[in-house]
């Protein structure tokens, strides 16, 4: 029986990947088991967003913890993070990724992550497949907002943006250095096709950023700040990264893995582009409604 006083339920959006399996054995093996899972079928392919937001409207937890289908948390990973946030008193905790795909693996140890449990002020915490997160800043989210997850960011980034609306609204974030076992692998057209909708992520949250008045950002990006302070963008530097590098061939065991990064940063730089020009946000004539629309024009909507 859990000792923290707390109800917690996990949600899962699955699209019917056979690793689901893998996960649910895994909550089931935890050393604080969850009080309730809910599974969330995205039959219709929405996407995480509503799936999650679907599954959050279910849910009967003070403590709602996300991962992903193809996620295998450690046995003492809702323990660790119940832990993390009773802790510090915090309104969200949470980790990354431990990937099991080559190339996927070597991408994401580029940067390595704080090995010391800690109070997240760089935006390390964001990651919708390791996060728990306490029940009243999701429904101040779903009250004021009109949605948790943004359902606009049905492709990529929706977690994020979730992060920079919780932030903004004071809640404390701690980075817990406890991975779940990522199983996805990827082939290189595939990661392509990930990485240019990246780009598009990244554009929306860009664009709901750039007039915001708060000066608070999700993470650390060349694109608005660093620290959780907010800059102008650094556009030669951030240019100069995407299109021309980046140069970090030493950082890859492999050439054909830093070849295939250097090429999904291209990608990604298109899939920027795309959704900069397609919704006129770079002349600023876009802009966001409080509604949670990226745009104010109903026949420009984000697809």
């Not at 689901?20 to 219709?44: G, N, S, W, Y």
């Not at 991962?67 to 323990?79: F, M, Q």
Request: aromatic share 10%; with cysteine.
């Amino acid at each position: 029986m859990p000792h923290d006083h707390h109800k917690v339920s996990v949600v899962i959006p699955t699209v019917g990947r056979e690793t689901l399996a893998l996960c649910q054995e895994a909550l089931a093996k935890q050393t604080r088991l969850p009080d309730e899972v809910i599974v969330m079928v995205d039959h219709h392919r929405h996407g995480a967003a509503r799936t999650r937001n679907e599954g959050i409207a279910r849910a009967r937890g003070d403590l709602i913890a996300f991962t992903d289908d193809d996620a295998v948390p450690p046995s003492d990973w809702l323990e660790r993070l119940v832990g993390a946030l009773d802790h510090y008193q915090a309104g969200v905790a949470g980790g990354t990724y431990l990937e099991t795909d080559p190339l996927l693996n070597a991408i994401r140890c580029r940067h390595p992550l704080p090995e010391q449990e800690q109070v997240d002020r760089r935006g390390w915490v964001g990651n919708g497949g390791n996060l728990l997160i306490r029940r009243q800043w999701l429904d101040a989210c779903a009250r004021e907002d009109g949605h948790v997850f943004n359902p606009l960011f049905a492709g990529s980034g929706e977690d994020w943006e979730l992060i920079w609306r919780l932030r903004k609204r004071g809640a404390k974030m701690v980075y817990v250095p406890i991975p779940v076992t990522h199983l996805r692998r990827v082939k290189a057209a595939g990661y392509m096709r990930h990485s240019f909708e990246r780009g598009r992520g990244i554009a929306r949250l860009f664009c709901l950023m750039r007039n915001d008045e708060t000066g608070i950002v999700p993470q650390d990006s060349l694109l608005w700040g660093q620290a959780g302070r907010k800059i102008p963008p650094r556009w030669f530097k951030a240019v100069w990264s995407k299109l021309i590098g980046p140069f970090e061939a030493k950082q890859f065991r492999h050439k054909r893995h830093f070849w295939l990064f250097w090429f999904g940063e291209k990608a990604q730089a298109a899939g920027f582009a795309w959704e900069l020009l397609k919704k006129r946000c770079v002349t600023g004539r876009g802009n966001t409604t409080g509604d949670g629309r990226l745009f104010g024009s109903s026949k420009r909507r984000a697809s």
